[in-house]
Nanobody
Framework: QVHLVESGGGSVQPGGALRLSCAAS????????MAWFRQVPGKDNEFVAG????????KDGDSVKARFIISRDSAKNTVDLQMNSLKPEETGVYYC?????????????????WGQGTQVTVSS
């Protein structure tokens, strides 16, 4: 079992930045890849960015390329998401997810473990 806890959400003005962090505990050795998803009101769950757990291989969602950066710290068992140039339409709940296997999947059902989510609000 893997336990995930997100932190770092909050409110920011359009164009601002936030940094989310996801701390993993439990059966860490079973993790192959981790990702961030978001649930924006009225839209489907969306893949934001993902990373392999034991390498620097990453993938970004099309809508966040060049603005969001995912990074991992193996020593701390954390995966961070640096979000820059935030837009109002990116307001929603951001979730951290983990899966076995190294493939960075872009669909939620491929992930076995989920955090409780953290709210991000982009508003003036």
């Amino acid at each position: 079992q893997v336990h995930l806890v997100e932190s770092g959400g909050g409110s920011v003005q359009p164009g601002g930045a936030l940094r989310l962090s996801c701390a993993a505990s439990g059966s860490i050795s079973s993790i192959g890849a981790m990702a961030w998803f978001r649930q924006v009101p009225g839209k489907d769950n969306e893949f934001v960015a993902g990373t392999r757990w034991t390498s620097n291989s990453t993938k970004d969602g099309d809508s966040v390329k060049a603005r969001f950066i995912i990074s991992r710290d193996s020593a701390k068992n954390t995966v961070d998401l640096q979000m820059n140039s935030l837009k109002p339409e990116e307001t929603g709940v951001y979730y951290c997810a983990a899966k076995p296997g190294r493939i960075i999947a872009k669909v939620g059902p491929r992930y076995d473990y989920w955090g409780q989510g953290t709210q991000v609000t982009v508003s003036s």
